[in-house]
């Protein structure tokens, strides 16, 4: 069974940068595709950055230049690094993982979603 534990969300002031890490456990055979979202109040769910398993990023326009993302396959954990934090980005972000695993009956793919971590900008 595969699990997404998300962590470092936190309150900082505009300017600052937050790293938020999205660790996968269990029976993992490869991460092929990775991204990290948002939900502000009030607003729908939407895409801050993504990244294929062949390292194609594709970042929002909202974040192009301030937000990283990035894998570290030996961990098994996905980061997005957030830099010169505005108060817009305040919301409550989830990572969103496309995992091969083993089965019993051989291997699976699924989707996987964290539970998500709040990040709130101050002005």
């Known amino acids: 069974q595969v699990q997404l534990v998300e962590s470092g969300g936190g309150l900082v002031q505009a300017g600052g940068s937050l790293r938020l890490s999205c660790a996968a456990s269990g029976r993992i055979l490869s991460i092929n595709a990775m991204g990290w979202y948002r939900q502000a109040p009030g607003k729908q769910r939407e895409l801050v950055a993504s990244m294929t398993r062949g390292g194609s990023i594709n970042p929002a326009d909202s974040v192009k230049g301030r937000f990283t993302i990035s894998t570290d396959n030996a961990k098994n954990t996905v980061y997005l690094q957030m830099n010169s934090l505005i108060p817009e980005d305040t919301g409550v972000y989830y990572c969103?993982?496309?995992?091969?695993?083993?089965?019993?009956?051989?291997?699976?793919?699924?989707?996987?979603w964290g539970q998500g971590t709040q990040v709130t900008v101050s002005s």
């Open positions: 969103n993982l496309d995992i091969t695993s083993r089965h019993t009956m051989g291997r699976t793919r699924g989707d996987y």
